[in-house]
């Protein structure tokens, strides 16, 4: 057991090892010292304060010390990007949802469609493919990362189409998850032990959360600049943004994810294309490429 004080707050870590080859040490905050802390004060600055704290505690930047170290449990391990072996493609709404509707195209098909193709590339890439959903039903918004955390799947990649009271607006957009907004009922990644982590307060949940899953938010923002990129080039279509948004079906997901809006369908010269097959199989060939490009980026040789 150490102490650490960092701007007037005084907070004992203890430390293990962590599986991750990235996040050298997992710390984990005694749950009672909580409950007496003024950590459980939801006060932004408090929450700056702790993370900054952990932050600078936490990665290796002491020698270790307390209690000796355990064995990393293989299956817990995080994905390494070189091995993205598995990925879960997420055709958004379904069933009773159908998602935007625009000139006679329904959101929900159109995304089943590009997902099927979607996973036909990849899979003819090599690479193990599943999908949320494969025909016109609904599925909870949390239930869709909760397939890909049970499965321990590499990436996450959510298929949408997009709408706008203003029609004229037209584009791909792609969002990866933003830090600070895990729910209270989100799954620890298998990394963590919930019995060791059993903390009360969201704020500190969310401060932890973000540490461990930190990197993985990295590799999301780098996934979605891929997919916006290729996609751009293939589809001679301007990619808006990629940026991180609060969306649930990003922020429970355990690995690198991204959510893709394809086009706006709102827009009456982007849903007549969207409404053709011919392009709605080169946006799943484009959204692929943009996967493969990231996958070879982290160093993989099997792509
Ligand atoms: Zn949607």
Redo the contacts with the bound molecule.
């Keep these: 057991m150490r102490g650490y004080a960092c701007r007037g707050l005084t907070l004992s870590i203890r430390r293990r090892e962590c599986n991750s080859p990235r996040l050298h040490h997992l710390i984990i905050i005694e749950p009672q010292l909580l409950k007496s802390s003024p950590l459980s004060s939801r006060r932004p600055v408090r929450v700056l304060a702790l993370a900054a704290c952990l932050a600078a505690a936490g990665c290796a930047t002491e020698p270790m010390v307390g209690e000796p170290l355990r064995s990393p449990v293989r299956a817990a391990a995080p994905p390494l990007l070189s091995e993205v072996r598995t990925i879960v493609i997420d055709a ?2 379904g069933g009773h949802d159908p ?2 509707s625009h000139h006679g195209l329904k ?1 929900k098909y159109v ?1 089943l469609d590009i997902a099927r193709r979607l996973r036909a590339r990849l899979q003819a890439a090599g690479l193990a493919v599943a999908m949320t959903r494969d025909t016109d039903r609904f599925i909870p918004l949390s239930g869709r990362p909760a397939v890909a955390n049970r499965m321990r799947a590499d990436l996450f990649v959510s298929v ?3 709408a706008n009271r203003n029609r004229r607006v037209s584009g791909i957009e792609v969002y990866y998850p933003r830090t600070s907004v895990v729910s209270s009922s989100a799954q620890w990644p298998p990394s963590i032990s919930a019995a060791e982590v059993g903390i009360p307060s969201t704020t500190v949940k969310q401060v932890l959360w973000d540490l461990v899953l930190r990197e993985t938010r990295v590799q999301s923002r780098q996934l979605g600049s891929a997919v916006c990129r290729a996609m751009e080039r293939q589809l001679q279509a301007p990619c808006r943004v990629v940026k991180p948004a609060r969306f649930v079906v990003l922020r429970e997901a355990w690995m690198p994810a991204v959510l893709v ?1 394809v086009g706006y369908v709102s827009n009456y010269a982007e849903a007549k294309r969207l409404g053709q097959a011919a392009y709605r199989d080169a946006a799943a060939a484009a959204i692929a490429a943009g996967i493969l490009a990231y996958i070879r980026e982290r160093g993989a040789q099997h792509i």
């Design positions: 958004g709404h998602g935007t959101e995304v949408h189409a997009n809006e």
